[in-house]
């Protein structure tokens, strides 16, 4: 059978099971969890992947699963996988009241898709004509939120990561896997149905934690230290630091003040930060991490107080890799039309599948179905087919793509691709990072 009848067969496959796919992904969406704790998520898919006579391992990461789809022969093994959790994003129409998780970033399209493919090439009954396995990954806390939570995780052992990715790489899960596929949702623009490639900022991240000393703040607020005036002043040396960036560096940082004080009439003697530092590449957001750390102890040394400057791993850079992406974009363009899929430049958000892309040839296209901008109150589906359907059938016609043929495409791929690290070197970096003074 060609790649083309094979292709045919899961697209068929997956329009039959096309109001079931929306349906999953709708759930999902309207009962949004953030990171490490999407236990509703996770069942769903486990339930799912039940359904499909899948075996599976559940748990990773603390909610994320693994299914296998075996092959004819075991040559290649690609993980497809699909982002459980939402962001915060409380004035979302559909967020959670409670913890103000809203889907407005589009992973339930992620989910809803990964398992679109697997329905596909079940139904399709394709995989005796492959040679690799195919991997169903549902994984958690792609959005690095919480972060003064998920650092009380980090301390008690639970997690050592922000991102679901980088968690599943220490704890090996990913050591059978030899490339990944996965994409992301996006708004539709004219000539944007698609957009394939490029690369995305990389990031770490910070917890901050200013302590002065509490005073009556209208009695005696000259007995105080105050450590919000620190947190400002700290504030300002970031800002006044922001011209040394360079351009080509792609530099983003954005703090916030996640506890000001306890009273408004007492002296703030515990003030607490969060702060991302992105850019293009690692030694770049490095250098501006050291400034960064400058600027925050100088504001405490300016009033007396003191700083405590946490370092946690953030993701590292986006590289898609070519030779996957161009197989995508050919088969994405069957669907959408060549004319509606553009080339990706550089992007200044981060992902943990950048973290994925270092040990392994990895692609994160984005399709379009959604209207508004992402992370917003106005993110919505707004064309239910291409934010759902399309990209589960873009990724199953590239996965027969990479294993047909004796997974000749994948097989090549594979081994023309140096690993930017090794798991062992990628794990020692981070582990250098945190350890060395901030």
Known sequence: MTKQELKAKVLQAIDRRRDEIIALGEQIRLNPE???KE???????????EALGLKHTRGLAITGSKAEIPGAEQRVRI????????????????ADPETGAAHSCGHNAQVAAMLGVGMGLIDANVMPHLAGDVVLMAVPAEEPVEIEWRQRMREMGKISFLGGKQELIKLGALDDIDMTI??????????????VGGTANG?????????????????????????????????????ANRE?????????????????GDLVNIIPADVRMETYVRGRTMPAILDASRKVNRALRAGALAVGAEVDIIEIPGFLPRVNNPDMSEIFR????????????ATGGHGTGSSDIGDVMHIMPAIHPYVGGAAGAG?????????????????????????????????EEALNIKRNYPPLLTKEEYLRQWEEFCSAEA
């Open 34 to 36: 953030l990171g490490y």
């Open 375 to 407: 992370h917003t109150k106005d993110y919505t589906v707004a064309d239910p087919e291409l934010f759902y359907i399309v990209p589960a059938k873009a990724m199953a016609m590239t996965i027969i793509d990479l294993l047909a043929d004796g997974a």
């Open 203 to 239: 990031f770490i991240a910070k917890f901050i934690r200013y302590r002065g000393k509490e005073a009556h703040a209208g009695g005696a607020p000259h007995l105080g230290i105050n450590a919000l005036n620190a947190a400002i002043l700290g504030l300002q040396g970031i800002h």
């Open 79 to 94: 993980a497809v996988m699909g982002e459980l959790d939402a962001v915060v994003c409380p004035e979302h129409p559909d």
């Open 330 to 341: 050919k088969n994405v363009a069957e669907l959408v039309g060549a004319e509606n899929v």
């Open 39 to 49: 236990h509703k998520t996770a069942a769903l898919v486990e339930k799912t992947y």
């Open 182 to 195: 996965m994409f992301h949702s996006t708004s539709t623009a004219p000539g944007r149905h698609a957009v």
């Open 244 to 260: 040394t960036f360079k351009d080509e560096d792609t530099i983003r940082i954005h703090p916030i003040i996640t506890k000001g």
